[in-house]
């Protein structure tokens, strides 16, 4: 199983920036995905997740608005765009498949920062 993370980098306040996810080495179209996020000394933080078929999608507050997660299944792949970013978004991105067993991403770096 592979989960690669894409797209990070470094974003202006109030910019958009979206991540990609590339699955390999499970059915891909059966799995709920979500996106989580860390900084340094911080608990990992949930930020999305969509169905397997995507037809609903789940934020938390935090995000609401601002961050749509997505999926192609032909792709086999899971987007996050995120709009209006906040230097508090800074952070590593990481997809995860959350259904045992469970399995992480390497994680992408976004920095929002002037």
């Known amino acids: 199983v592979q989960l690669v993370e894409s797209g990070g980098g470094l974003v202006q306040p109030g910019g958009s920036l979206t991540l990609s996810c590339a699955a390999s080495g499970f059915t891909f179209s059966n799995e709920l995905m979500s996106w989580y996020r860390q900084t340094p000394g911080k608990e990992r933080e949930w930020v999305a997740s969509i169905t397997s078929t995507g037809g609903s999608t789940y934020n938390p507050d935090s995000v609401k608005g601002r961050f749509t997660i997505s999926r192609d299944n032909a792709k086999n792949t899971v987007y996050l765009q995120m709009s209006s970013l906040k230097p508090v978004d800074t952070a590593v991105y990481y997809c995860?498949?959350?259904?045992?067993?469970?399995?992480w991403g390497q994680g992408t770096q976004v920095t929002v920062s002037s």
């Open positions: 995860n498949k959350p259904r045992s067993p469970s399995y």
